[in-house]
Nanobody
Framework: QVQFVESGGGLVQPGGSLRLSCAAS????????MGWYRQAPGKQRELVTS???????NYADSVKGRFTVSRDNAKNMVYLQMNSLKPDDTAVYYC?????????WGQGTQVTVSE
């Protein structure tokens, strides 16, 4: 039972930056790929980026070039650096494993991009 706690969200103006953090607990997660997901109001949750245990990353086209995912396996932490934020990035952001090993969802952290 791996649990995830997201933090770092907030209100930011368009073009601004935020750094999200994800703390994983309950198990050693260093060997698993991790992902950041987001869910905007009225929309389905989507995977925006992932990172393998070896550091290979993938990004959705909507965030490529603006977001950077990283991880600290020793601390069971995953991070999401979000730059050049747009109003369309407004959503609740979650971290989790990817694919078939996705765990129960945490509470996420709210990111609001607005003037």
């Amino acid at each position: 039972q791996v649990q995830f706690v997201e933090s770092g969200g907030g209100l930011v103006q368009p073009g601004g930056s935020l750094r999200l953090s994800c703390a994983a607990s309950g198990s050693i997660v260093s060997i698993y790929a991790m992902g950041w997901y987001r869910q905007a109001p009225g929309k389905q949750r989507e995977l925006v980026t992932s990172i393998t245990s070896g550091g290979t990353t993938n990004y959705a086209d909507s965030v490529k070039g603006r977001f950077t995912v990283s991880r600290d396996n020793a601390k069971n932490m995953v991070y999401l650096q979000m730059n050049s934020l747009k109003p369309d990035d407004t959503a609740v952001y979650y971290c989790n494993f990817v694919a078939s090993i996705v765990q129960l969802w945490g509470q996420g952290t709210q990111v609001t991009v607005s003037e």
